[in-house]
């Protein structure tokens, strides 16, 4: 991993690095990279618990390969499918609340209380958003500095270490290091959000259903009910399912 000037300025400086884990294949390679080169006492792992929509097993992966670095798990105020019969709609590409809300805010949050009761006063929130995902993710800068999430006495910044990874080489990290990828994928799902996530493919979207059939039910029954649709395709799920 090439690390730009500022990156190890912030490790001298002795910034806190803290590394958003959704136990994902992106997150694990990013967290064994990190795990190289940022001293372990500046280190913390975080993981936004999303009850009842994401996969089985998450923290207990997150866990497993993180080398004794503390692991907190944060949760919002509401569920997805409260914040859903609120909006009386599903999230979109355009407008995910899902990650801004159940993800983002309380990771924030626990940045801020973390940042305060242990002295940082830099913070580099760490993110494994790889630029070959999408173009929208290709666009987002390497590093930089986030002057809305900072405060009088601490200044905060995003990194994506692993941005300019291809997926071959996230797979290749994992086996490298000697580690095991989340149950998931095993079963078939190309990627690891929430079970049925509203970017997910007609075949992940499939193959969550096979592994989650009464989940499935339930997303179907919000939608039939709310009349809006949850994939990106903009498809009914229960026409995808039998598709």
């Not at 924030?108 to 995902?133: L, P, W």
Request: hydrophobic fraction near 35%.
């Amino acid at each position: 991993m090439i690390v730009s000037k500022e990156i190890q300025e912030l490790i001298e400086r002795k910034a806190l690095f803290v590394v958003n884990d959704s136990g994902g294949k992106d997150s694990q390679a990013m967290k064994i990279k990190l795990l190289k080169l940022v001293p372990r006492d500046q280190l913390v792992i975080v993981h936004a618990h999303l009850p009842e929509v994401e996969w089985d097993g998450n923290l207990e992966h997150i866990k497993k390969y993180s080398e004794g670095i503390p692991v907190f798990e944060v949760r919002a105020g509401k569920t997805f499918f409260q914040m859903v019969d609120h909006r009386g709609m599903f999230p979109s590409p355009r407008y995910r609340q899902c990650t801004s809300d159940l993800k983002r805010g309380p990771i924030q949050k626990f940045i801020n209380n973390y940042s305060k009761e242990h002295g940082f006063t830099s913070v580099v929130n760490c993110m494994g958003i790889r630029a070959e995902e999408s173009t929208s993710r290709a666009k987002k800068k390497t590093f930089s500095f986030k002057k809305a999430n900072s405060a009088k006495h601490r200044q905060q910044y995003d990194w994506l270490p692993i941005h300019t990874m291809r997926e071959y080489q996230v797979w290749a990290t994992i086996e490298m290091a000697g580690q095991k990828n989340h149950w998931s994928y095993d079963e078939g799902m190309t990627r690891h959000s929430c079970c049925f996530c509203i970017m997910a493919s007609k075949a992940d979207l499939r193959t969550a259903a096979r592994l989650k059939p009464e989940l499935a039910q339930r997303y179907i029954e919000t939608e039939e009910r709310l009349n809006f649709t949850m994939s990106m395709a903009r498809i009914p799920l229960k026409e995808i399912i039998n598709q």
